[in-house]
């Protein structure tokens, strides 16, 4: 199995960018599709991105897209999402994923592993 360590959560000004990084442990990070979820307080879990395990083929959620950009660094066994022009609707905690299978997911139930999350708080 995979663990998953995210960084670089923080507090910005609307507007304003953060970057963060989750950090994989374990087996092979090469061997997983990777994704970001958020989950806002009172609100369920949500897809953000999705990175194919190549880094070839991506997807985003309509309410991020051209704002924010998913990576990673299959040698660093790492994952990142840049994130610009924030806004205040996208304060949450900030989860990375791993997935086993091969396509792209949406869907919180299509991941296997879990990071512990990192807090997003964009103030206006």
């Known amino acids: 199995q995979v663990q998953l360590g995210e960084s670089g959560g923080g507090s910005v000004q609307a507007g304003g960018s953060l970057r963060l990084s989750c950090a994989a442990s374990g087996r092979t990070f090469s061997w997983y599709a990777m994704g970001w979820f958020r989950q806002a307080p009172g609100k369920e879990r949500e897809f953000v991105a999705a990175i194919s395990r190549s880094g070839s083929t991506t997807h985003y959620a309509d309410s991020v897209k051209g704002r924010f950009t998913i990576s990673r660094d299959n040698a660093k066994n790492t994952l990142y999402l840049e994130m610009n022009s924030l806004k205040p609707e996208d304060t949450a905690v900030y989860y990375c994923?791993?997935?086993?299978?091969?396509?792209?997911?949406?869907?919180?139930?299509?991941?296997?592993?879990w990071g512990q999350g990192t807090q997003v708080t964009v103030s206006s």
């Open positions: 994923a791993a997935r086993t299978q091969i396509i792209l997911s949406d869907q919180v139930d299509g991941y296997d592993y």
